[in-house]
Structures are given as C-alpha cells and as structure tokens.
C-alpha cells in the first residue's frame, strides 16, 4: 500500500496499482478509504449473556483478594453451593476468567533464577523412595529408597540401593562410594534437611550440622549446605533427575520383562550398569569436571556407627529394638557391633566373629527378629518342646517350606511328636548341609498331602556306606627311616 501510495502522486490509479503489484478494484478502494479490512470489521461481541456477571465483582473478587491461594476448583465448588442455578457448565469459564485476573491484579509470584555452575563446583544427595516400581527379591516385595548423588555441571550420577531409612550410614556409605567411583570431591555438598546431616533447630546453619556429618565432609574438604526447609527446587539439580533416574529404572525394567531379581547383589548390578550407561552419555563433560575436583584422602572414613551389646543367655543381642542371634560361644560376652545399611559386623575385641544380615523392627513397632538356625540347633535339639512357643519361632526356619511343613504336622499329630520331628529336620539339614535339597523334598510331600517321615528322610539325605571309596593306608617299613638318616650323615660328609 505505501508503494501504491508512492506511485500514486505522479500516476494515474491503473498504472499504481499495476506497479504496486494489485488490481484496480483495490486500488479505487483505497482511495476511497486507506483503512486495511482488518481495521474496518466491527469487534466480535458475546454471543450469550455473561452467567458470571451476577456474582463477580460481588462475590468472586472479594474471595480472590482475601485468599489468594485459593484454588479455582475451590471457588467454583462455593459459588455453585450458593447459587446452584449456575450450573456447571461455567466451571472453564470461572478458570479463564480467574486466570486472566490473577494475571492482572494478583500478588507477585515466586521468581526462580537459573545458576551457572561451575565444574567441581558443587555435588548434590538425596534420596528418592522406590516402593511404587513394585521390585521384589526371590518373590517378596523389597521395600527400599535409593541414595542418589549428582555434580551439578556435568551430570555425574551415582546410585546406591537403600534398605532402611535416610540415615547417616546408608548417606555416608552412598556419598563415599560416589566419591571413590568419580575419583575426586566437590567443593560443596548439597543436601536438603535431612536428620542424618542436620538437627534441623532454629540455630546458624554451621551450628546446626551433626557432629558425624561434619566431620565427615571435613575429611573429604567438602563444604556442607543445604536447601532452605520446604524449598525443594532450591535442590533442583537433582530434585529434577530423580523423576528422570525412575523413569530410566521403569522402563529398563519393562525391557528386562520382570521386576523380579534372584537376589539384592542382582538388582544393585542392575542400577549399576543402568546408572553406568546414563553416565556414559556425558562421558566428555565427566571428564572435564573430573580435572576441577579435589583430591582424595588417603583413605576413607568411617560409614558405620558403633554399638556395645551383650550377648544374653537367649544366644543372641538386641539392638534398635532387632534380636539377632549368635553363637552360643558368646553368651555373657560383650561384642562391639558396626552397623551398616545392609549388614552387621560384629567383633570380639578387635577379632571379627561374623556378618549378620541387617533386620528392621516390624511396622507396628514390635521388635523384629534376624535368627539362624545353626546358632541354637544343638541346645534346640536337647529341648525340642522349646519350638512350640519360641518368640522368633518364624524367623527360625530357614525356608518357607520347614514352616509349612512344622503346621501340617502340628495340625495332624500331638505337639511334642511335631516339634521333635522339626528339629530332627534342621538338624539334618544343619550337620549334612542339605538345607535347599530337604526344602524341595518337602514341598513335594506336602503338595502330596503327606506328612514328612524322618526316617525316610535321614535314609535319604545319609551318605550310602556302599558309595564310599575304599581307602588302602600302607605302613612303610620302620628301617626306611634309618636309610634315610644314614643318607643325609653321608651327604653331610
């Protein structure tokens, strides 16, 4: 039009517009008007009347202003209990037409300002519940959390399958492990406000740091931080990759076709590699960062805590309301213990005795029970009446099957006869360590509606004195020995 308008003061209108590039027809009708169409149509008016206008300004206003976090959902549900003749049709209405005035007149939101981070700048922990991907081990469910830890700049991850709770162990444990994979340690280490690191009182938050977890990044010349409470996206850098992490866990396990693994050592290789392959992705920028980070000490620290328990005269020890039990050699005797997430250590002195697997109190608060049976069996086997109202009696069996098998008979023969017959049973599988073999057979008997019988199962488990090679010990002659002195005197001649 302004090329028009250009041609226009020296030619006449057909040669204009044929220069201009349009029709004649349009060319006399800017003449008459220079107002482009979009300028001259009338403004699109309401089709139907406003069924909001009654009640707006008088009533949805004045709730916006004195609650500006009430959700629309809440303010539609109160003006239809008021005025039910609405209908609830308006209801996307309500929302556009709060939206629209919140966009105008509603209070300041919250500004989220994105960082640059630096390489070896900062590393991140936290974890993350994985109770809803519906992973088990050997069919029972595992109900557990995985520690999960990252470097801000470039993207380094690490993953460690937790058991319990989020506590200083299962947080030192994974963080070291972290650290000794990458080879080296961020200047800070984030975390949000977990017990484990911080008290969590109204005091500084240097002050605030447990005594353990203070030391702990001291020895590693980290410093500690945290988010503020409540602010998880102050922790976004790894707040954000824990759906991402998830969604990598679910869908490998939908490739894997079964959330079912032989035992915990299988799955913590199957976060392993899945966490191996993610890191690989950013392998160039790992190692750029890995250049900038601190130097590892010479060893690490302590991820354990201690504790001094007595052995009792039950052949075992109660800590955080668990018994666990022990050999009978170390009743009356005093045992420094290290508790793990997944373990306990337990020494005499300084002397290792065993490994214990870690147990939880049960969720009603009642104590729980880690029993083996090879601990008691003998002192079982001279009492064997004991098993009828033994407080860790299920714990005992070793195998489901010995546990089904103890119901069966003692719901078809006289209690002491049932009892006897299941100890004789452990035994058996404790002195000819046959302990899965006897379960199967077992669970055959059983499924056949019969009973087990001990001498059919000790025919079947004893070694077969006819199967046993025969061995032929020869005596050399006693003058042998005297050839041989008189051997080495000539030699030493």
Not at 402 to 421: H, K, V
């Amino acid at each position: 039009m302004r090329l028009y308008m250009q041609f226009r003061r020296t030619e006449p209108v057909p040669i204009a517009a044929a220069k201009a590039g349009f029709s004649t027809a349009t060319a006399y009708r800017i003449e008459e008007d220079p107002r482009p169409p979009s300028q001259k149509a009338t403004p699109r008016g309401r089709r139907r009347p406003d069924p909001l206008a009654a009640v707006w300004e008088d009533e949805i206003v004045p709730l916006l202003r004195s609650a500006p976090g009430l959700r629309p959902i809440a303010i539609f549900e109160e003006v239809l209990r008021r005025h039910p003749e609405l209908g609830a049709g308006v209801r996307r209405t309500l929302e556009r037409r709060i939206r629209g005035w919140r966009a105008l007149h509603g209070p300041e939101q919250e500004v989220i300002f994105r960082q640059v981070h630096e390489p070896g700048r900062l590393g991140l922990s936290d974890f993350t519940d994985m109770g809803d991907l519906g992973i088990s081990i050997a069919g029972e469910a595992l109900d557990h959390r995985l520690y999960h830890f990252r470097l801000a700049y470039s993207g380094f991850e690490h993953a460690h399958v937790v058991l319990g709770g989020e506590s200083y162990v299962a947080l030192a444990e994974g963080l070291q492990d972290a650290l000794w994979a990458l080879g080296g340690a961020p200047q800070e280490h984030r975390s949000d406000s977990l017990s484990a690191a911080f008290r969590n009182l109204d005091r500084e938050a240097r002050e605030d740091l447990t005594r353990r977890y203070e030391a702990f990044c001291a020895h590693y010349g980290m410093e500690p931080s945290r988010n503020n409470p409540g602010l998880a996206h102050e922790n976004g850098s790894i707040e954000g990759p824990h759906g991402h992490l998830k969604a990598a866990v679910r869908d490998a396990l939908l490739l894997r076709g079964s959330r079912d693994f032989a035992d915990l050592a299988a799955y913590r290789c199957f976060i392993d590699e899945l966490v191996g392959r993610r890191n690989a992705r950013v392998g160039p920028r790992i190692e750029l960062e890995r250049a900038a980070l601190r130097d590892l000490p010479a060893r690490r620290t302590a991820d354990y805590e201690e504790a001094i328990v007595a052995v009792t005269s039950s052949s075992g020890f109660l800590l955080r309301k668990v018994f666990y039990s022990v050999p009978s050699r170390l009743i009356g005797h005093r045992l420094r213990v290290r508790l793990y997430d997944d373990r306990l250590e337990v020494y005499l002195g300084s002397s290792h005795q065993l490994t214990l697997p870690r147990g939880r109190r049960r969720p009603d608060g009642r104590h729980g029970h880690v029993v083996d049976y090879r601990h008691v069996i003998h002192s079982l086997r001279r009492k064997p009446m004991a098993l009828l109202g033994l407080v860790y009696r299920d714990s005992l069996f070793p195998r489901p099957a010995y546990a089904r098998a103890f119901e069966a008979m003692l719901a078809q023969q006289p209690a002491r006869q049932a009892c006897r017959a299941t100890v004789e049973m452990l035994v058996l599988a404790h002195e000819r360590a046959c302990e899965a073999e006897l379960a199967g057979v077992l669970d055959t008997l059983l499924e056949a509606g019969r009973l087990p019988d001990m001498a059919e199962l000790q025919a079947r488990f004893l070694p077969d004195a006819a199967a046993l090679p025969g061995v032929v010990v020869t005596h050399p002659a006693l003058g042998a020995y005297d050839e041989l002195a008189t051997v080495r005197q000539e030699n030493a001649a």
